[in-house]
């Protein structure tokens, strides 16, 4: 069941937080999240999984600036969100979504318990020029059915800021793991081949 927009408003405070909230961008079963005036760009040329990303902080400009197709942009919204006992999803608005604009290129997806700014990860697909504070995406909730355990990762619960990805960490776990660790001097054993 998908919450309606009055009943977003009712469980503000208890399930629902949306920080700050404007009752002008509550919509019958969604609320509409503004975007911040920065954007974050990787610097990479090809990106790697097992490693932190180079990428350079640009401020949006009060006439706008244009995204670019091909290329990455990272944003965030203007809202802190936090959900208990509900599943927050976030959608692209349609009339983004008709100028070629893709909000969330695979992440619209919350869990439960999450509380931060979301990271839109914007494409688009043809030039197109963005504002600060635009209501760029729309926030929803899903009620749950069973047994709730909230979501607690180390990597973006409790975000201040544009997240970029912290994939790495898992990766870096596996190698901690795997990596035989030798003191100084000392020769690694043979190999049995």
């Known amino acids: 069941m998908i919450l309606t927009g009055d009943e977003i408003k009712a469980r503000l ?32 040329i090809v990106l790697d999984m097992r490693r932190p990303n180079r990428s350079r902080r640009y401020r949006i400009p009060p006439e706008g600036i244009v995204l670019s197709p091909n290329q990455l942009y990272l944003g965030r919204t203007v809202e802190r969100t936090e959900s208990h006992n509900v599943v927050p999803m976030l959608e692209g608005r349609s009339s983004i979504g008709r100028l070629g604009l893709f909000v969330h290129v695979t992440a619209g997806f919350g869990d439960v318990g999450f509380s931060g700014y979301w990271t839109l990860e914007m494409f688009a697909v ?26 607690s990762s180390d990597k973006y619960q409790n975000n201040r800021d ?14 901690d793991s795997r990596q035989m660790r030798l003191a100084f001097g000392q020769e690694p054993p043979e190999s049995d081949d």
């Not at 700050?20 to 005036?37: A, T």
């Not at 544009?162 to 190698?175: C, M, N, T, V």
């Open 126 to 151: 043809q030039p197109v020029r963005i504002y600060a504070g635009v209501e760029i995406c729309q926030i929803f909730y899903h009620t749950l059915e069973g047994d709730i355990r909230e979501y």
């Open 13 to 44: 405070g208890s399930d629902i937080v949306i920080d700050p909230f404007d009752e002008s961008q509550l919509n019958p079963n969604s609320y509409n999240l503004r975007l911040h005036d920065e954007l974050l760009v990787y610097e990479e």
């Open 162 to 175: 544009i997240q970029p990805s912290l994939l790495y960490r898992e990766f870096r776990d596996e190698a």
